[in-house]
């Protein structure tokens, strides 16, 4: 199973950004993808998740903001994120928990300035 994380950049408070997460070596239908961001000096956190049936779970900072989707046609997973805040500024993995591995892309980084 491999992970390919993309779309991060430099963005103004406010702007967008679109992230995508390319899934290989498994489909996405039966797995569970989640978003995670890991800011300097902090714990990796989860930012969303979605489910092979289409469930979708946010933290709450990424309510209303951000929106989670896949394309099973693409095997891939994105990440819409809107109104961006620098505090949402960090290194973003996509994941795939399968106990007893777990499954991380090598991340992209988001840098929103203020």
């Known amino acids: 199973v491999q992970l390919q994380a993309s779309g991060g950049g430099l963005v103004q408070a406010g702007g967008s950004l679109r992230l995508s997460c390319k899934v290989s070596g498994t489909p996405l239908r039966i797995n569970t993808v989640g978003w995670y961001r890991q800011a300097p000096g902090n714990q990796r956190e989860l930012v969303a998740r979605?489910?092979?049936?289409?469930?979708?779970n946010y933290a709450d900072s990424a309510k209303g903001r951000f929106t989670i989707s896949g394309d099973n046609a693409r095997n891939s997973v994105y990440l819409q994120t809107d109104s961006l805040k620098p505090e949402d500024t960090g290194v973003y993995y996509c994941?795939?928990?399968?106990?007893?591995?777990?499954?991380w892309g090598q991340g992209t980084q988001v840098t929103v300035s203020s």
């Open positions: 979605i489910t092979g049936d289409g469930t979708r």
């Open positions: 994941n795939i928990n399968r106990p007893p591995r777990d499954y």
